[in-house]
């Protein structure tokens, strides 16, 4: 099979010619990758490893037209984004802060409109992503989903204070993103013809323990806007929507479920998302792509326990419904630890 075939295979709960394999790696792994196995950098680690997913954005900022630098020195950075968030960011340090929203009162709603969606230059670097790819992965478009994305306008501690105290405007700001994104995935899989893949809506709404919000939160301020985007989506003719998001979003699967999403990603043990177990309780419900534990596993395990963790993802899959995978392949990860278990896949 390609990798179309065997992904498309997997997700639609047939069975593939063996499970497929998606993993992003860090630029610190890859970069001990390269230095150990004596490659220069022509050589891409996504295709020495046959990875068999790419994801292609586009720029879905709402305000892309906004971005400008106010400062830039040998100390730090102070800029507006895409976001129309105000961030500072110092030389060297991992993350940046944000010193301010545009939305900041109901009323900003209305007099900051989005820029539109039909803008090419949303769609430039995007186009590029997919004619590379193509001929060797299977390709998905992406957009945000209207929890995170409306932190990033809102601020994320605002945006739960009004989930909990005025969820009315966090509906409509929930709404207004919703509605935003759906256009940018629209013109996403009409610009990329992916509609024989589909469109991955990436949210991270969720910790390792719960999700952000309660299940009743969501079911009223954002499973309607769930519900909208994927109708839109397969409506347009998208094959599979997926949905991804870090942490523990087992409270939610029933109702995204309900709102017609067909997978999930990335599947994360540490946040006792246990891939073989929700196989078994969700069947052909849903399609999961990760499991891999990349926290304890990968990191710190034998060979004989990365081995072992590997073949129960591989057992689980053997009929479809499972792509296996891990969040992120970080620093922490030896390159021989990974080496096992992508050789037992393969195998």
């Known amino acids: 099979m390609t990798s179309k075939e065997r992904v498309m295979a997997a997700i639609e709960h047939r069975r593939p010619d063996r499970v497929p394999v998606f993993d992003g790696f860090w630029a610190g792994f890859a970069q001990r990758w390269r230095q150990e196995k004596g490659l220069d950098a022509s050589v891409s680690i996504t295709d020495y490893y046959g990875i068999d997913i790419a994801i292609c954005v586009a720029d879905e900022t709402p305000y892309p037209s906004r971005k400008a630098t106010l400062k830039d020195d040998a100390e730090e950075t102070l800029a507006w984004d895409g976001y129309g968030r105000l961030v500072r960011s110092v030389k060297g340090a991992f993350f940046s802060e944000y010193l301010e ?61 009004d989930i909990a105290g005025d969820p009315e405007f966090a509906k409509a700001l929930a709404d207004r993103m919703a509605d935003f994104l759906t256009g940018v995935g629209l013109e996403s899989l ?67 479920i309900d709102a017609g999403i067909d997978g ?47 073949q129960k993802i591989l057992e689980a899959g053997r009929e479809g419904g499972v792509v296996i995978g891990t969040h992120s392949i970080g620093d922490d990860i030896p390159v021989a630890h990974y080496d096992w278990y992508h050789e037992e896949v393969m195998r």
């Open 101 to 161: 929203n545009p939305i900041k009162r109901p009323e900003d709603l209305d007099r900051n409109p989005f820029d539109p969606v039909e803008a090419d230059s949303r769609y430039e670097g995007f186009l590029k992503v997919v004619a590379e790819n193509r001929p060797r992965r299977c390709c998905f478009c992406k957009v945000g989903g209207p929890y995170l994305r409306t932190t990033f306008i809102r601020g994320e501690e605002q945006f739960l204070m």
């Open 190 to 256: 009409r610009r990329g013809d992916m509609y024989d893949t589909g469109i991955w809506v990436y949210d991270d709404i969720a910790y390792n323990h719960n999700p952000m919000v309660s299940p009743a939160s969501f079911e009223r301020v954002f499973l309607p806007g769930y519900r909208r985007m994927v109708r839109a989506f397969k409506g347009a003719g998208a094959k599979k929507v997926i949905m991804h998001s870090d942490g523990n979003i087992g409270p939610l699967l029933d109702m995204l």
């Open 264 to 310: 999930i990603n990335p599947v994360e043990p540490r946040a006792s998302m246990d891939l073989v177990q929700l196989k078994k309780q969700y069947g052909e419900r849903l399609a999961f792509i990760g499991g891999m534990c990349n926290a304890q596993v990968l990191p710190r395990g034998t060979r004989g326990e990365i081995v072992g963790e590997t």
